[in-house]
């Protein structure tokens, strides 16, 4: 009989120590304005270059705090709203571009993320300018040959190595066979078909 009354007792202790701390629990809740409906639902973000707005819908009117940062164990920057509503908008700035950031939605004492895990976004990667200044104006410009055109006057007997080797060190057109202003192997190679 002692044991079935201590074993009573026990049971009886548990559930005053469950129901005191589920009180408290709920008194705590209800004081921090994180009482039911205050939970956020549709959370959103919409990423920029150096801010982020983080929007969420809840059905009791509150007032949130984001709670953010670049390590997802290390929530230190605050952004908190002004005034309560069931529409929040929180914008964090500044943000670095392209760079992970994690959050979570702090309502009174209660914590909102991801199951345990912080919200996270990434901000837009930088973009380079495009100038809209004017295009330079394009000013026309006539172009005068450095050496005359000319036509080669050589005949297959001039073609002879030494005497091409001088044309092509002093650019003598006359030996110009391809009529392309220059004097090169190309027109040695003329000269030579034009021999056999």
């Known amino acids: 009989m002692k044991n079935i009354k201590g074993v009573i007792i026990v049971i009886i202790l548990f559930l005053a120590g469950v129901a005191a701390v ?3 629990k709920v008194a705590r809740t ?19 270059v150096s801010a ?3 929007t969420w819908q ?3 009117s509150s007032m949130g705090v984001v709670e953010y940062g670049a390590n997802q164990a290390n929530l230190l920057l605050r952004a908190p709203e ?3 509503t069931t529409t929040h908008r929180v914008v964090l700035s500044p943000l670095k571009p392209a760079t992970i950031y994690y959050f979570r939605i702090r309502i009174g004492d209660e914590i909102y993320d991801n199951n345990g ?6 901000t837009k990667e930088r973009t380079a300018k495009i100038s809209t200044a004017p295009a330079p104006s394009i000013a026309t410009v ?3 040959p450095t050496r005359p055109a000319a036509t080669a006057s050589g005949t297959p007997s001039q073609c002879n190595l030494s005497k091409f080797k001088e044309a092509l060190k002093n650019q003598d057109l ?3 066979f391809d009529h392309n202003g220059v004097v090169n192997t190309k027109d040695w190679l003329i000269c030579l078909k034009k021999t056999q």
Request: proline share 7%.
């Open 174 to 176: 006359s030996f110009d």
């Open 58 to 60: 809840s059905n009791k």
């Open 117 to 122: 895990i912080p919200f996270s976004f990434r």
């Open 52 to 54: 982020a707005t983080i």
């Open 22 to 24: 589920l009180g408290v």
């Open 30 to 48: 209800y004081f921090s304005g994180a009482a039911g409906g205050s939970a956020p639902v549709n959370v959103r973000v919409l990423p920029d």
């Open 82 to 84: 002004t005034s309560a």
């Open 142 to 144: 006539t172009a005068t």
